[in-house]
């Protein structure tokens, strides 16, 4: 079956420091890849989504691209901030209209 | 416009006893979702409604799991009896259809003890 595979945290970095978190998929088909998040004590929503190979996602900052190759999402940002502390999720849909397939989160702590 | 309510907030009960959660969804979003998501870990997909007909239930327990949207819009998830590994946050979500953003409610607490 269809999983996500993210890297482990918690996630420690300085402010304005570049932010990387791994993310592998294993899917049958082609699926659409998304990044949730969620702030303390906030209902998870929606940071970025890519639905086809090659396609980059970006918001807030946040980007990733969907490289069919390595089967991977990888979420970047180039200067974090104290407001990004959250735990994010890696998900995917298999055909965009069904539920939601999640990693396990990794949990971003950003220090001043 | 107004998110995914959800009720109760938090619900303590002891093992074998039932329970019930209550999701409303965002107006005119056709498709609805219950999660599970345990501590530790990504939400788990339980059930999705197209309208009021299920599309997909094959991760919901049925021996003791239930669920049921009325008239294609609330929702109600039942555990009967509950274990103590039902102890999760459960989450509803709802979307306009294909590739579109799911939009998620606060979820609710559930221990068991």
């Known amino acids: 079956g269809d999983s996500v595979t993210q890297m482990e945290g918690p996630v420690t970095l300085s402010e304005e420091a570049f932010l990387t978190i791994n993310c592998t998929y294993t899917a049958t088909g082609y699926p659409s890849l998304f990044w949730y998040v969620q702030y303390p004590g906030e209902g998870l929503q929606l940071l970025l989504k890519a639905t086809k190979a090659d396609d980059k996602g970006s918001n807030k900052g946040f980007e990733a691209t969907y490289r069919k190759e390595t089967t991977s999402f990888h979420l970047e940002k180039g200067s974090v901030q104290v407001s990004d502390s959250a735990v994010y999720f890696c998900?995917?849909?298999?055909?965009?209209?069904?539920?939601?397939?999640f990693g396990k989160g990794t949990h971003l702590i950003i220090q001043p | 416009e107004a998110g995914v309510a959800q009720s109760p907030r938090y619900k303590i009960i002891e093992k074998r006893q039932s329970v019930a959660f209550w999701c409303n969804p965002i107006s005119g979003h056709a498709t609805l979702y219950w999660y599970q998501q345990i501590l530790g870990q990504g939400p788990k997909l339980l059930i999705q409604f197209q309208n009021n007909g299920v599309v997909d239930d094959s991760q919901l327990p049925k021996d003791r799991f239930s669920a049921e949207r009325l008239k294609g819009v609330d929702s109600t998830l039942k555990i009967q009896p509950a274990k103590l590994e039902d102890s999760a946050v459960y989450l509803c979500a709802c979307d306009k259809g294909s590739y579109n953003e799911q939009f998620f409610g606060p979820g609710t607490r559930l221990t068991v003890l």
């Open positions: 998900a995917l849909s298999e055909r965009g209209a069904d539920g939601l397939t």
